[in-house]
């Protein structure tokens, strides 16, 4: 490798974030508002049983209002800004995004899209 190479591959994981002690391993937060009727319909049609099902086990759902922003050691590759949106999050950070909420069907198939790539090995 070039000197050169070694200096940008350096100054990349440098500029990597720091992330706060606690970030979860692996989770999918849930961004709502207080009175979102979207986050109410989720509320009913998939958050009862979300954390029996596969994907739930593989990325439990944290629940985030809105207005209070991301959790600390989380890195968004955007800011969230409708509710709900749903952010799945690996060792602080951002690697997939649902934003808002129209069926359970159509929840399922995006979520199902973004678990699938997860590494098998991990919970």
Not at 21 to 33: D, K, N
Not at 38 to 46: A, N
Not at 58 to 70: E, I, T, Y
Not at 86 to 113: K, P, Q
């Amino acid at each position: 490798m070039r000197f050169s190479a070694r200096l940008v591959l350096a100054a990349g994981l440098l500029a990597m974030p720091v992330l706060a002690p606690g970030a979860a391993a692996r989770e999918l937060l849930m961004f709502e508002r207080k009175g979102c009727t979207y986050c109410l319909k989720f509320d009913r049609d998939v958050a009862p049983i979300y954390e029996k099902t596969e994907e739930g086990r593989r990325a439990p759902l944290k629940r985030v209002d809105l207005s209070r922003g991301a959790p600390g050691g989380v890195v968004l590759a955007s800011p969230v800004r409708f509710a709900p949106t749903f952010v799945l999050v690996d060792e602080g950070r951002e690697v997939g995004r649902i934003t808002g909420y129209a069926s359970d069907e159509a929840f399922w198939g995006l979520l199902g899209a973004m678990t699938d790539g997860m590494a098998g090995g991990r919970p």
